[in-house]
């Protein structure tokens, strides 16, 4: 039976790890810390680590890894940006993911931040509990007949360019790998960065983080967006530079933005921080804004994504412990 040490455990991922290992075939170490050549040692015995996203799997941590003769880091994610992909190949280390446990949770996420910004849906709902029922401070504006602009149209993008599409909106899409023919069946129009930025009256962020979209959005980004355009960003915090992300909503040029994810999150999101100071002042900055709505890595949270979650992992870390091949898609 595989020992598998599992670091950065929450409740909800213990639940559905033991639901997809009803046949106890696995033994599964909960650790509530996260990985990192600090904390490493503790992968002592098990077979294989499995990860989430802000454990950090960088060649030291891996060299640590190998030395405990531990041949399998499991990402129970789709992102994989926290591990030092070269070096494992070099340690013979294979690297497994879950790609696609649930696209829709995401793109759900993204348009579900984009109605609660845009209507103040998060204000309202503090104001009517206080029995304070005035209107004032939260018009909004139809999605009707505006342009929505998608970064990235891989399986997230796409179906939030869908959902988008529902609503009437026209959909501008970019990505370095266009899809013309999806495009073409759902009403969507590909284009280049420049112009989608232009013209959208809200950007939605579905790339992935790498060296070339580490903070593509920027100052010079800010300036070429459609003044009082929103942002969303469901997809990796590092994507945005948070210093240029304020400077262009206190001068206004952006009209506000919703995040679910944050370029320093590591040691913040996911955790219950509320009886102690914020030590992050940008964050904190953030959050006075009325314009800004941040939610905690949360996206992907729903029961359909933990459980198909769940199932990939424990399936590839019983695949590979019997000498058989990752599931198709999975291995990095
Ligand atoms: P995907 O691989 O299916 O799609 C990514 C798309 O981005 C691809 O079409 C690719 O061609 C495009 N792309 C890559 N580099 C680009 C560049 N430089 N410029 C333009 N386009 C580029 O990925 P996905 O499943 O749609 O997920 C997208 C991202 O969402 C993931 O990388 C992950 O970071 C994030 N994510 C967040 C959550 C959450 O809970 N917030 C959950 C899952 C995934």
């Not at 690297?95 to 793109?107: E, F, G, I, L, M």
């Not at 790498?210 to 010079?220: C, G, M, S, V, Y």
């Not at 729903?302 to 590839?316: C, K, P, Q, S």
Request: net charge negative; hydrophobic share 45%.
């Amino acid at each position: 039976m595989p020992e598998v040490a599992v670091y950065d455990t929450k409740p909800y991922d213990r639940l559905y790890l033991e639901q997809a290992n009803a046949n106890d075939r696995i033994g599964w170490r909960f650790h509530e810390f996260r990985l990192s050549s600090q904390t490493a040692g503790s992968a002592n015995g098990a077979d294989a680590v499995c990860v989430f996203v802000n454990d950090r799997v960088d060649r030291d941590c891996l060299e640590l890894l190998v030395q405990r003769k531990i041949r399998h880091v499991a990402l129970r994610c789709a992102g994989y940006n926290n591990v030092d992909l070269a070096a494992a190949r070099a340690l013979n280390i294979a690297v497994t993911r879950v790609p696609a446990y649930s696209p829709h949770a995401v793109a759900e996420h993204a348009v579900g931040l984009l109605l609660s910004l845009n209507r103040k849906i998060h204000r309202a709902y503090n104001r009517v509990r206080e029995h304070n029922f005035s209107l004032n401070g939260l018009v909004g504006f139809d999605l009707f007949g505006k342009t929505v602009g998608i970064v990235g149209t891989g399986r997230i993008g796409r179906i939030a360019a869908q959902i988008f599409r529902g609503f009437e909106t026209r959909v501008l899409a970019y990505d370095s790998c266009p899809a013309p023919d999806w495009a073409a069946q759902h009403g969507v129009t590909c284009t280049d960065f420049q112009t989608l930025l232009k013209a959208s009256d809200v950007v939605s962020l579905h790339v992935p983080l790498l060296p070339d979209t580490l903070h593509l959005f920027r100052a010079e980004t800010f300036a070429q967006m459609k003044p009082g355009a929103i942002l969303i960003n469901t997809s990796r915090g590092k994507l945005v530079e948070t210093a240029a992300l304020i400077e262009s909503l206190k001068s206004g040029r952006l009209g506000g933005v919703a995040l679910d994810v944050y370029e320093e999150e590591e040691g913040v999101f996911f955790e219950d921080l509320s009886g102690q100071m914020l030590q992050d002042d940008e964050l904190s900055m953030l959050l006075t804004f009325p314009n800004v709505l941040i939610t905690s890595h949360q996206a992907f949270l729903t029961h359909e994504a933990l459980a198909e979650i769940a199932r990939v992992t424990a399936e590839n870390i019983l695949r590979l412990n019997g000498g058989q091949e990752a599931l198709p898609g999975t291995a990095l």
